[in-house]
């Protein structure tokens, strides 16, 4: 008799696997042990304010930047060995546009057919389908200099496609757009998905993107990743949203903050921040407290949940600035 | 394919996006062009009286002065040339579509290949139209058509090895607006050789720099293709000059282009 053989492993390979992924600048640490599973054909968020490292971890996945320390593979390939071999595999989108704004939007999806070897009369066929698919048909003989935000960001990813890339990489693909144009890209990218089968790694600072695409999400705060699984699953950590308290002035303020527990406190502002899930019994309950300590709040509002509260809960502080409220 | 096939293919697509740039803006190669007609046009009328008078007695044996300086200014063109690539080069570094490039699969040095290439193209049609000004003006060189060959060979030589280290000066420029300045002693260099004046009119100090410096013997040979002057060693000197500065050119380019990762 033979030793018992281990059953052959009948699941795909992930798209992309990523273990201890670490990076710094000089003295800043920018990631600090990424560790990812992507399974293929889904749609994978980062979700993480500004600076969290999100760019930094899809130019390590995409071969721009090395890493510092860790391993990945994209596609079956090691990101470093075989760094030629993950290229053919993937196609990129940055956080800024990578268009040729001297060229045309059709010369710029021939330009990419030509750097990917399609055959003339294919890349012809695909620059066509792609301008008609995204709307820029009309468009097409036009310097793309001429382009709004909006039509920039669809010929980019007209462009990430024009390869027949298995994996996309999406960098904050909404960032800048109008409330439209976002529900346009939304749409594109979901229709990627069903109709090509491709994995789509994506990064954002909204969570109702992320909630509206993905299908699962991680957060990433300061260059850790401090939660993961699918939006529901991110949902039942997060209450649901906060309660805002204004106040007079710091005394008022720091009088309450001693109250409550998890809660950012706004010294410019003179606002408290709580965690709550917007019922009665909770904001009865934080009425009470501010009863209890005889702490006069100037007024009191009911927020739904943003990122904000993600990190609030999860990390136990706010977002490290401001642009994700700028950004809306 | 094989992967020399591809990079020549990718090469070559990249030559073919930006002779489209040139042509459809062409401010910036009809900028290489205007430099050096101006200069004929202001050394042969405004100039050529008294320069010529102080140089017929010499090495050019009483030619004519736009005979002496046409060689040197047709020269000069492909160092207005070098200018625009470095700025072309930074612009695309700058705007986010290298990082596109960067993630293909393509061979990494058709980006700056496409680039020279396609700048060297520009500079032989910018000298092309120089020598054509030069000759209406009055330039009549006696080269014979092999001396002509090897005065276009010098040319392109000469291009390849400016525009290289041009490359080199766009990739490490923070701004288009650096990357145009950068170069520019490299187009004043031809003054402070014998594009003008021969050297031996110079003061002792700078007449030792100018016998020294790589455009000397690159004027030299090329007049004396153009005009049968004497070339001596001039031509061996340039063309060594020349290969020089292409390898020190393309390896600079080359590494500066991998380590310049992203904005
Ligand atoms: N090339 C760089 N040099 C120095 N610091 C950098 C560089 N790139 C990114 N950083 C820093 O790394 C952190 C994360 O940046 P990034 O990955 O761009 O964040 P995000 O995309 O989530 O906004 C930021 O604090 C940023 O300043
Ligand atoms: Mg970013």
């Not at chain 1, 994995?199 to 705060?221: G, K, M, N, S, W």
Request: proline fraction near 5%.
């Amino acid at each position: 008799m033979t030793a018992p053989t281990t059953a052959p492993i009948l699941t795909a390979p992930p798209a992309i696997s990523a273990l201890g992924l670490r990076k710094s600048y000089g003295d800043k640490v920018v990631l600090d042990g990424i560790d990812l599973t992507i399974p293929e054909g889904s749609i994978f968020a980062l979700l993480g304010p500004n600076g969290a490292g999100k760019t930094t971890t899809v130019q390590i996945l995409s071969t721009l930047i090395a890493a510092d320390g860790g391993q990945a593979q994209v596609a079956g390939r090691d990101l470093t060995r075989e760094a030629d071999g993950v290229r053919a595999a993937i196609g990129v989108t940055g956080q800024f546009a990578a268009v040729d704004n001297l060229l045309t939007a059709e010369e710029n999806l021939l330009l990419m057919a030509d750097l990917q070897h399609v055959p003339r009369a294919e890349g012809r066929r695909r620059a066509a389908e792609l301008l008609r698919r995204f709307e820029l048909t009309e468009a097409a003989r036009k310097p793309v200099v001429t382009f709004s935000g909006g039509m920039r960001r669809k010929l980019d990813l007209a462009m990430t496609l024009v390869g027949d890339p298995r994996i996309i990489f999406l960098d904050e693909p909404t960032t800048g757009l109008d409330p439209r144009s976002r529900r346009t890209m939304w749409e594109i990218i979901r229709d990627l998905v069903v109709a090509d089968g491709v994995t789509i790694f994506l990064t954002t600072q909204y969570l109702d993107e992320a909630d509206q695409l993905a299908d699962r999400i991680a957060v990433l705060d300061r260059g850790r990743l401090v939660a993961e699984g699918t939006a529901d699953e991110l949902k039942r950590l997060i209450p649901g949203g906060h309660i805002r308290l204004q106040f007079a002035d710091l005394t008022e303020l720091d009088a309450a903050a001693r109250h409550f527990g998890a809660a950012a406190r706004d010294p410019e502002e003179l606002t408290l921040r709580i965690p709550s899930d917007g019922s009665i019994p909770t904001l009865r309950a934080v009425l009470d407290v501010l009863d209890d300590a005889a702490v006069r709040a100037e007024s009191l509002t009911v927020h739904t949940p943003d990122l904000d509260d993600v990190f609030l809960t999860l990390t136990g502080h706010g977002t490290p600035d401001t642009t994700t409220e700028m950004a809306r | 394919m094989s992967s020399l096939a591809y990079a020549v293919s990718d090469s070559m697509t990249m030559l073919r996006r930006n002779l489209k740039h040139a042509q459809r803006y062409p401010a910036m190669s009809l900028s290489v062009v205007i430099m050096p007609v101006m200069m004929l046009l202001l050394f042969n009328y405004a100039f050529g009286g008294a320069l010529g008078a102080g140089i017929s007695g010499g090495p050019t044996g009483g030619g004519s002065y736009i005979d002496y300086v046409a060689p040197g200014i047709i020269l000069m063109t492909a160092t207005a040339g070098a200018v625009s690539t470095a700025v072309g080069v930074c612009v695309d570094m700058t705007e986010g579509i290298v990082n596109r490039f960067r993630t293909l699969s393509i061979s990494r040095a058709a980006f700056l290949t496409g680039h020279v290439l396609g700048s060297v193209i520009q500079t032989l049609i910018a000298i092309a139209l120089v020598i054509g000004v030069a000759l209406a003006i009055g330039f009549r060189p006696d080269a014979s058509a092999v001396e002509w060959l090897a005065a276009i060979g010098l040319l392109t030589l000469l291009a390849l090895a400016l525009t290289w280290l041009s490359a080199g000066i766009g990739l490490v420029s923070r701004t288009p607006e650096s990357a145009s300045n950068t170069p520019m002693p490299l187009t004043f260099l031809p003054f402070l050789g014998s594009a003008i004046v021969p050297t031996d009119s110079m003061p002792a100090g700078l007449r030792w720099f100018a016998e020294y410096q790589p455009f000397t013997p690159a004027i030299e040979t090329l007049r004396g293709l153009l005009m049968g002057t004497g070339i001596g060693n001039s031509g061996y000197i340039a063309v060594a000059w020349c290969v020089g500065l292409t390898l020190v050119g393309y390896f600079w380019s080359r590494s500066a282009f991998g380590r310049t990762s992203k904005r």
